[in-house]
């Protein structure tokens, strides 16, 4: 399996800040990774796919980067509503493992 | 816009099957376009991919889990079934379905999770 290692795994921020979260493959991905946003109680939101691609509906704040094994997670001026847990996800063989997840306080 | 359902037991006895089902509305299962996805989160936890299911009825399943799952597709009903043997307390978990768009095999639609507990 490939492991996906998510880092950190919580972050306290502000509103107005700007953060990165990061994901780590054991190997090369190409650009297979996506990303997920869960709020307490509802299940997960995709809000990047294939590494930088943002879902429709999604804020511009949003950004996602990276390729072969190192990847990260934007987001400019935080807004109340982002905060949340973030999951990673490699989908570039099965099975398609998770990072750890972000939890994203204020 | 698609809507995916889950439903079944929210209590099952050690050693026993859990059996779910995910209903899918506002669209067909009976699409090339998709894998129809099972995963589940254990309270406070990260989430773990149980495996996938195409219209073929060609399956894959995680390793770790493969020897006790089935997933099972049923177009007439517009549904697909999950489940898992012998299962024991650390199997306690919210179980989602999910729908998985082929190429991009980004989860784009989720059911809302059920939670299902293992317990005597």
């Known amino acids: 399996d490939i492991q996906v290692t998510q880092s950190p795994s919580s972050l306290s921020a502000s509103v107005g800040d700007r953060i990165t979260i990061t994901c780590r493959a054991s190997?090369?991905?190409?650009?297979?990774l996506n990303w997920y946003q869960q709020k307490p109680g509802e299940a997960p939101k995709v809000v990047v796919y294939t590494a930088s691609t943002l879902q429709s509906g999604v804020p511009s704040r949003f950004s996602g980067s990276g390729s072969g094994t190192d990847f990260t997670l934007t987001i400019t001026s935080l807004q109340p509503e982002d905060f949340a847990t973030y999951y990673c996800q490699q989908t570039y063989s099965t099975p398609r493992t998770f990072g750890q997840g972000t939890k994203l306080e204020i | 816009q698609v809507q995916l359902q889950e439903s079944g037991p929210g209590l099952v006895q050690p050693s026993q099957t859990l059996s779910l089902t995910c209903n899918v509305s506002g669209g067909t299962i009976n699409s090339g376009l998709y894998y129809w996805t099972w995963l589940r989160q254990p309270a406070g936890k990260g989430l773990e991919w149980i495996g996938h299911i195409y219209i073929s009825g060609s399956t894959t399943y995680n390793p770790s889990l493969e020897s006790r799952v089935t997933i099972a597709i049923d177009t007439s009903k517009n549904q697909f079934t999950l489940k898992l043997t012998s299962v024991t307390a650390a199997d306690t978990a919210v179980y989602y379905c999910?729908?998985?768009?082929?190429?991009?095999?980004?989860?784009?639609?989720w059911g809302q999770g059920t939670l299902v507990t293992v317990s005597s």
């Open positions: 999910a729908r998985d768009v082929v190429g991009t095999a980004v989860l784009q639609n």
């Open positions: 190997q090369s991905i190409n650009r297979f």
